[in-house]
């Protein structure tokens, strides 16, 4: 099995920065696309960023160079740099995964973390 846990999230003025962390661990033989997903008050799920196990990156307009996405493929671990942060920014932030749990199985599973909570105040 398979568990996601996000970490980083707190209180913020605005122009702040934080940094979340997210860390994959039990059965894993290999991680494709991580990414960041944000859900604020009222509104739907959105991306912010992903990262493909070669590093390329993609990131919402909303936060393209304020936000920048990294990841650790030894430790299995992706973050997300939140600089200039704004009160639009303020959202549970999920961290996803697509893992590939052993190498008898070449099938990818989509995982999700349960999300942590970042709160930008003006």
């Known amino acids: 099995q398979v568990h996601i846990v996000e970490s980083g999230g707190g209180l913020v003025q605005t122009g702040g920065s934080l940094r979340l962390s997210c860390a994959a661990s039990?059965?894993?033989?290999?991680?494709?696309?991580m990414g960041w997903y944000r859900q604020a008050p009222g509104k739907q799920r959105e991306l912010v960023a992903t990262?493909?196990?070669?590093?390329?990156?993609n990131y919402a307009d909303s936060v393209k160079g304020r936000f920048t996405i990294s990841r650790d493929n030894a430790k299995n671990t992706v973050s997300l740099q939140m600089n200039s942060l704004k009160p639009e920014d303020t959202a549970v932030y999920y961290c996803?995964?697509?893992?590939?749990?052993?190498?008898?199985?070449?099938?990818?599973?989509?995982?999700w973390g349960q999300g942590t909570l970042v709160t930008v105040s003006s």
């Open positions: 996803n995964a697509k893992i590939r749990a052993t190498r008898y199985d070449p099938g990818y599973v989509e995982s």
């Open positions: 039990g059965s894993i033989f290999s991680i494709n696309n």
């Open positions: 990262i493909t196990s070669g590093g390329n990156t």
